[in-house]
């Protein structure tokens, strides 16, 4: 079956496909016209997954510092915030810590952002990690988070860091995936 539509007064009719191209009288409005299917099967364009293109970038994850890795700093700071205000400047360091730092991973490269006012950015290209390895100090023991120590045969300091993130694991399997591929 297929839809057709009056072209004068916009009444739908039911047809047999065999009947398609043929003259007919519009039982409304009396016009005559050709039937040509209007409303009917539409074919639905193939959709690209999402990561299926290996030419698209896409943004796996992306985060800073945890914060609960600063929660000592935090409370010392609030715990001063009496004594002539040393206590809001600690704050604002430690807040500044955390903000200053950003990691991208895409599906072509890792971003490490260092700083706000000077920023030192380092991109790495997937393919030139050679080696992905996880140091703790206490603090990240205490708190579940690590730092990152990305090893690259891109950079002249061979290692970059990217500090006390709580998405450790993820970031781990996800590049050692990415590094396969
Ligand atoms: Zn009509």
Not at 75 to 87: D, E, K, V, Y
Not at 115 to 140: P, Q, V
């Amino acid at each position: 079956m297929a839809q057709i539509k009056c072209p004068h007064c916009h009444t739908q009719y039911q047809i047999d496909n065999n009947d398609l191209g043929r003259q007919a009288t519009c039982t409304i409005c009396g016009n005559v016209f050709v039937m040509m299917e209007t409303v009917g099967r539409s074919t639905p364009v193939p959709q690209q997954s999402y990561s299926a293109n290996p030419d698209v970038e896409n943004e796996i994850i992306s985060g800073r510092p945890a914060w609960r890795y600063y929660i000592f700093d935090i409370i010392i700071s609030l715990w001063l915030i009496p004594f002539f205000g040393i206590g809001i400047l600690l704050l604002l360091i430690t807040i500044w810590r955390r903000c200053a730092s950003k990691y991208v991973l895409t599906t072509k490269k890792l971003k490490i952002i260092n700083g706000i006012i000077i920023k030192n950015e380092i991109t790495i290209r997937i393919e030139d990690i050679r080696a992905i390895s996880i140091k703790r100090n206490l603090w990240d023991v205490i708190f579940c988070t690590a730092t990152l120590v990305i090893g690259t045969s891109a950079l002249q300091s061979a290692e970059c860091f990217i500090k006390h993130i709580g998405d450790y694991k993820f970031m781990q399997i996800k590049i050692d995936e990415l590094t396969r591929r």
